[in-house]
């Protein structure tokens, strides 16, 4: 056997440990888990959907999610060919890597951002080629002046995990306007749902100018689907054809499908989520202000927050006391902590055992 000198050198994507399994290692019968920005709220309108899938199981789901791409399609206004469905839409991102990019070409990635794009990348021994934050935003200009003759891909995660900064739609047209139009740029718009209408890129009307534009949303988010693993690129017809030569024939399973359906009927529910967190969100924003800790405001479900001290150690304090949240010094942000925005009991959960932390950091 003969292990890829690529993949030798590479390590796998370590997710947040399950509930489950965490209350059973520390013992603990109550943990808060603020660490992989999914919702804290149980979609009960899509139980009856799954049910009704139950009696199915034996048989493959809809390789082209027919329902669901029609319903889509019409909510988003595009035709139904520009739609590709993925097992969550990291799925998107392996496709496009597979569709688009070779050994000899490379990738533009903000740094650091959404691991996923690097890793898959250099998994499939593609180039990556990084662009350091500026100031918790991209620096669209030098993320233009990097791309080569190579590059293949950019990649943009709009609003970014984990800075949850994002692009305004004049700066993303702008930027559209520096990227020849045979490299294609990657909107990943796993956010969606939580970001400000007013100036954020209307990313599907700008597909509609160009031909270069992946844009990917998900159900793992504000939906609150993240378990089932749904996502889905719109796309061109040109591009959507390509990533269906690659796409696993049955990669979205038929539970996902069925409640994805219900949740797109379903406004009501997402209006009250994101009402809800941003409400959440103005609270803590008014702890770390009354803290003197520094974060970042944030157009998503998740803060960053410059602790500017060992996160390590914070972490492993709040792991025992059942809270967890994001540490990011192996992203290569030291002193830097992320917290995903819960219900008012866990924020408050955290909060608690933040403030007893800094209190013994600050006073012994
Ligand atoms: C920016 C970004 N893109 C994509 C994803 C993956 O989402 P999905 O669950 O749809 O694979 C995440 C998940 O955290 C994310 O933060």
């Not at 660490?35 to 009960?44: D, G, H, L, T, V």
């Not at 935003?137 to 190579?150: E, Q, T, V, W």
């Not at 009927?265 to 997402?270: E, L, S, T, V």
């Not at 202000?289 to 927050?305: G, K, P």
């Amino acid at each position: 056997m003969v292990i890829r000198n690529n993949l030798e050198r590479l390590k796998a994507y370590k997710p947040g440990k399950p509930i489950e399994e965490l209350k059973r290692e520390l013992g603990l019968d109550k943990i808060y888990k603020l660490a992989s920005n999914e919702s804290p709220f149980y979609p009960s309108h899509i139980k009856k959907a799954i049910i009704s899938e139950l009696s199915s199981v034996n048989r493959y789901p809809q390789g082209d999610c027919f329902y669901l791409r029609k319903l889509l399609a019409s909510k988003l206004k595009v035709k139904r060919e520009q739609l590709v469905f993925g097992n969550g839409s990291d799925d998107i991102i392996i496709m496009a890597i597979r569709a688009f990019t070779g050994t000899s070409s490379n990738i533009v990635v903000a740094s650091p951002t959404f691991l996923i794009y690097e890793l898959q990348a250099r998994a499939s021994g593609v180039n990556v080629k990084r662009v350091p934050f500026n100031n918790y935003r991209y620096n669209l200009k030098a993320m233009a002046k990097s791309i080569d003759k190579k590059t293949a891909i950019v990649f943009i995660a709009n609003p970014d995990n984990p800075h949850g900064t994002y692009i305004h739609h004049n700066e993303l047209v702008h930027f559209l306007s520096l990227i020849p139009g045979d490299i294609l740029v990657f909107l990943d718009e796993a956010y969606y749902e939580f970001a400000p209408r007013r100036d954020f890129p209307q990313s599907i009307k700008l597909l509609k100018e160009r031909g270069n534009i992946i844009i990917t949303r998900t159900f793992s988010k504000a939906y609150a689907l993240a378990g089932l693993r749904i996502g889905y690129a719109i796309t061109t017809s040109l591009i959507s054809e390509t990533l269906n030569k690659v796409r696993e024939p049955f990669n979205v399973n038929r539970f996902a499908q069925a409640a994805a359906i219900a949740a797109v009927k379903d406004n009501k529910f997402i209006r009250k989520c994101v009402s809800y967190i941003n409400k959440e969100k103005k609270f803590l924003y008014r702890i770390f202000t009354r803290l003197d800790v520094e974060y970042v405001e944030s157009a998503t479900n998740f803060i960053l927050v410059n602790f500017k001290s060992d996160t390590r150690e914070l972490c492993r304090y709040l792991l025992k006391r059942g809270v967890i949240i994001r540490d990011l010094s192996s992203w290569g942000l030291n002193g830097f902590f992320r917290v995903t925005v819960g219900l008012h009991k866990e924020n408050a959960a955290f909060v608690d055992n933040f403030k007893s932390y800094l209190k013994i950091q600050r006073h012994g």
